[in-house]
């Protein structure tokens, strides 16, 4: 059970974040203009502890107050001479809800920050609905975790400072302080589960078992703990069964069912993709019952997961449906889109980078057999064992562009250039930068 000894938030923040902080470490707070990331904002501000702060807040446009909203940050962020960033995102829901889709953008701006620490402001009411919400829509162990307090998210450590106060603690010492903070009309919205939870079921169940949201939160720490365990045999399963082309289904195949599910679940969300239970147990199904000459293919989200060549991959569905890409000309220019794979840039140089005739260059994706000599002194050797040992997984590889010089290969996304095409000293050349586009996003921070 969560303690019941009442903490400041002051203090919980100071707790949280001094074992972090020195005082060249950058920290942002998750600044929405609402109750929550206000409070944390105003905390951090009025702390004194040591750090470089910043703001960042994440125009959604889904709201038509949407920039009033971000008009308030910009405010609030010069009265506390707390610089802000203002990302801007696409919502594309992509077979996922409008509150899924808006997170993942909202994670994937996060990831763009230049900080060592993100400071998120959910509470404690926030964690007892995310484990009643997992109840309800099937979660497995990892999504009953909810939110831990500390995570890593690469590079990025990921605080929730106030994770143990409830919504109602916080309020009070907003209004204590006088805070100013926007209400979001989406959070009434009856037609988002969550909000129903918040107002309608959550309530009706303290009424008949008083304490149940601290209880709902403490038991997050558990099943945190249980996920950990999950995730040890799975890690264990999994050694000598994952590559560059994916699961070995042979591996899955030898496993009891259980376990075969458990390790399928790891493979997934250590690339970012969250399963529920029913829907891992169907694909689960598919992969290992289907007959050998079918390619059975099961979509989550903006993801698909298929069976290839006795391994289980994961692609991203836009570029499993999109055409590939037009063969162009290149003709000198700056920079060749190659929708939806990503866009080719050039830039001048001299003694570096590769010879190219503009005009009778082309831009061409792999059709088998091709050889690259990435030193003169070396042997060539074929691409597709090239990107096999880079790690290249094989969808990703039919979306790579080969660049052409006179129908000789001479520069390979991922891999660089044919040594007959690197420029000599004091000869132009072209440096090449391949930038794709986003093929899976990162896992937010749990």
Known sequence: MASSRKVAPED?????????????????????????????????????????????????????????????????????????????????????????AAREARYQAFAMLETDLLLLAHQRDDQAETVLLQCLRGGGLRGLAAMPAQAQWGRITVLRPLLECT??????????????????????????????????????????SPGIAASLAARAGQFA?????????????????LDAEGLS????????????????????????????????NEALEQLLHAVPAATPRIDFGAVSLFRHHERVQVAPR???????????VWSGESELDLPPSGRL????????????????TRVQRRRG?????????????????????????????????????????????????EADFLARPGEPGWLIDWEPSPTSPPPPPR
């Not at 836009?318 to 162009?328: F, G, I, N, R, T």
């Open 12 to 100: 919980r923040l100071r707790a949280v974040l001094g074992p972090h902080l020195a005082a060249s470490a950058r920290v942002t707070v998750a600044y929405s203009g609402g109750l929550d990331s206000s409070v944390l904002l105003h905390l951090l501000a009025r702390s004194g502890l040591p750090g470089v702060f910043q703001a960042v807040h994440v125009h959604h446009g889904l709201s038509p107050h949407a920039d009033a909203w971000a008009t308030h940050c910009r405010r609030i962020c010069q009265e506390l001479k707390i610089p802000l960033q203002e990302r801007r995102v696409r919502v594309i829901p992509a077979g996922q809800g409008i509150e899924a």
């Open 167 to 208: 919504r109602a603690e916080l309020e009070h010492w907003a209004r204590a302080q006088g805070l100013r903070w926007i209400e979001d009309e989406s959070n009434n919205d009856p037609s988002f589960t969550r909000n129903r939870l918040r107002h309608q079921l959550l309530p009706e169940l303290e009424r008949h």
């Open 225 to 241: 703990e249980w996920a950990g365990l999950l995730d040890q045999l799975a890690a264990m399963d999994a050694l000598g069964a």
């Open 249 to 280: 289904l042979p591996r899955l195949a030898a496993l009891a069912r259980p376990r075969a599910a458990n390790l399928l679940r790891f493979f997934l969300e250590q690339r970012g993709v969250p399963i529920r239970q029913h829907a891992l």
């Open 318 to 328: 836009a570029l499993m449906d999109a055409p590939v890409w037009e063969e162009p």
């Open 345 to 360: 840039r050039f830039h001048p140089a001299v003694g570096a980078g590769v010879r190219l005739e503009p005009g009778r």
């Open 369 to 417: 057999g091709e050889r690259l000599h990435l030193r003169p002194d070396a042997p060539g050797r074929t691409l597709k064992n090239l990107l096999r040992e880079s790690g290249i997984p094989s969808w990703l590889r039919a979306h790579l562009p080969l660049v052409y010089v006179r129908d000789r290969l001479a520069w390979v996304a991922h891999l660089g250039a």
